[in-house]
């Protein structure tokens, strides 16, 4: 086991030799491997590469069938997205280094055939691992066998890489979260990885599911549980791999490339966003004051590409932690964070809202419960007894499950504020020339949240719900009818309510004469001087 891996480590800050190839040149020729290529990071990291290290020989992408779909099929519809656009009108040959590898994390030797794990021996110089499962809510033994096990599949392939440089690994920011301070450090783990890949082995689904809550203790899900296990089996089975890991936050739709605020999924703050635009979510568990630490995704990426550059000519002894974050260096509120983004809703509406968006915040628990019938389910039961009756197919009771189960697993993260150190990320960035910390960014100090936050909103009409700003208008004019629509219903509820009080109580009857005689004070004054003249 290599020497004591809980110590701070710092990055050498020895000036590069005019020997010492720069970003680009070092990676002239190299054959890359990516796990998670299909992922939001694994996407992004294939065209900013393509695009910026033109001189890559080729990389090779794991990928599994899915859907009937074979995995150069999968590729392909890959490519298709408009993430690369960009690089299909500048650089189309690129494309024909992208080597599609059949297999599978969860399987035997990564379900890579023996032809081609020869071929990744004797040709891979640098492996980026980013494949995980990054649901939250899933089984421990699930979340064990993706993010701890495909690390130890991943490492026995490593090892027998002849030509293997680096190793980069993406773990996660909140892999410890049971931390109020987050150092770039790996810290001791809950159990022992092996004990419980051991357990594993003879546990059936009940007796793991029953003991998953002690296992995790501290932990908010097993998702950052299996992160924080994986980074120390990292420690304990490298042996001489220069390995690094990469420890990004909330990862967010992009700042500035390939497209400003572009993202491609539901996860996390996109999909709260998507539900508050479309009028769905009205109220959200959260601190309005903690920080939300998202970072954008272009950023891990830069620094994925750096990390692997710096450990292979810089070769550590020790392997070094990269947080990748906004908490600490350039914080917002979630507050803040709602608060621009309905700003910008309300300028640029998304297609058939639901309703007006609106969001109020609360961190009371039992307030959100009240909020969450009233706002969010009395209204799904209606319009879903609504469709029942006109013989269509229920949805919204549904939609609202699903809303209310994301906020469920993020509240740990929205009601708490973390501090992260970065040190490690500085010196990287100054051992980078001025040309690669322009190319390759990821100083967070110049981010403007509330552009960041309108591009953002901006970014899921467009690449998520497929909404076309040609038909802005029509959005506008829905926006509108929405509005007027609320008034009425207002103005109605308000009179019902006021008619019952009125028919109830003779001291509101006697409050509502007195407040009409003194409003029609002026008008009989106003009567007598125009029209009788006195």
């Keep these: 086991m290599p020497s004591p891996p809980y110590k701070n480590r710092t990055i050498s800050t020895m000036a590069a030799s005019m020997s010492t190839p720069r970003i680009v040149e070092y990676y002239e020729d190299k054959t890359l491997f990516i796990t998670g290529a299909t992922g939001f990071i694994g996407k992004v990291l294939i065209e900013k590469l393509l695009r910026c290290c033109p001189g890559i020989r080729c990389i090779y992408l794991l990928l599994r069938p899915k859907k009937g779909k074979c995995v150069q099929e999968r590729l392909t519809d890959m490519l298709n997205f408009r993430l690369f656009d960009r690089l299909k009108d500048e650089k189309p040959e690129c494309f024909k280094k992208l080597i599609a590898i ?15 794990i020869q071929t990744l021996c004797s040709e891979v110089n640098v492996v980026f691992h980013s494949a995980a499962t990054v649901k939250f809510d899933d089984s421990l033994r699930v979340s064990a066998e993706m993010n701890l096990l495909g690390v130890r599949k991943i490492l026995k392939l490593c090892h027998q890489m ?42 059936d689904d009940e007796v793991v599911e029953a003991l998953t809550p002690y ?51 539901l996860n996390g703050p996109s999909g709260l966003g998507i539900a508050m635009g479309k009028g769905i979510m009205q109220y959200l568990f959260c601190d309005e004051k903690a920080v939300a630490d998202i970072v954008p995704v272009d950023l891990p990426v830069n620094m994925l590409i750096a990390i692997g550059w710096y450990t292979a000519v ?33 300028q640029m509406p998304y297609e058939h809202a639901f309703r007006i968006p609106y969001c109020q915040t609360t961190d ?38 699903k809303l209310h189960r994301s906020i469920d697993t993020l509240a740990y993260f929205t009601t708490r ?30 981010l403007q949240w509330p552009h960041y936050m309108e591009n953002y909103c901006l970014g899921g009409k467009l690449y998520l719900l497929k909404e076309k700003l040609a038909d802005l208008q029509s959005a506008k004019d829905h926006y509108k009818l929405l509005r007027q629509i609320k008034y009425t ?20 009857r006697d409050l509502w004469k007195q407040l009409l005689a003194v409003l029609m004070r002026p008008m009989k004054g106003i009567w007598n001087a125009v029209v009788l003249g006195r």
Aim: aromatic residues 12%; proline residues 5%.
């Design 417 to 446: 504020s973390w501090e992260w150190t970065n040190h490690n990320s500085h010196l990287l960035d100054s051992n980078m020339t001025a040309d690669e910390q322009k190319m390759f960014y990821f100083d967070v100090k110049n």
């Design 102 to 116: 059949k297999g599978d994390v969860l399987e035997t030797n990564l379900g890579i055939s023996q032809a081609d």
């Design 162 to 203: 002849t030509n293997l440089d680096v190793l980069v690994h993406v773990s996660t920011a909140y892999a410890n979260c049971d931390q109020k301070s987050i150092k770039e450090v790996i810290y001791p783990p809950p159990i022992d990885p092996q004990k419980l890949i051991d357990a594993l082995d003879w546990m």
């Design 314 to 346: 810089h070769k550590p002894k020790e392997i070094h932690i990269y947080n990748c974050t906004t908490g600490t260096l350039n914080p917002i509120s979630w507050g803040s964070i709602v608060k621009y983004s309905l700003s910008y809703m309300h």
């Design 489 to 508: 219903v207002n103005l109605i509820l308000t009179v019902i309510v006021w008619r019952f009080v009125m028919h109830k109580s003779k001291l509101a």
């Design 215 to 265: 296992l995790i203790r501290g932990k908010p899900n097993t998702y950052t549980f299996t992160k924080h296990l994986a980074e120390n089996l990292l420690v304990d089975e490298a042996g001489d791999i220069p390995v690094a890991i990469l420890r990004p936050s909330i990862v967010g739709a992009a700042w500035k490339e390939p497209l400003s605020g572009w993202v491609d999924n």
């Design 364 to 401: 009371k628990w039992y307030l959100f419960e009240v909020y969450k019938f009233v706002y969010h389910m009395l209204p799904a039961y209606g319009l879903d007894l609504i469709s029942r009756c006109m013989g269509k197919k229920p949805m919204m009771v549904w939609v609202y499950s």
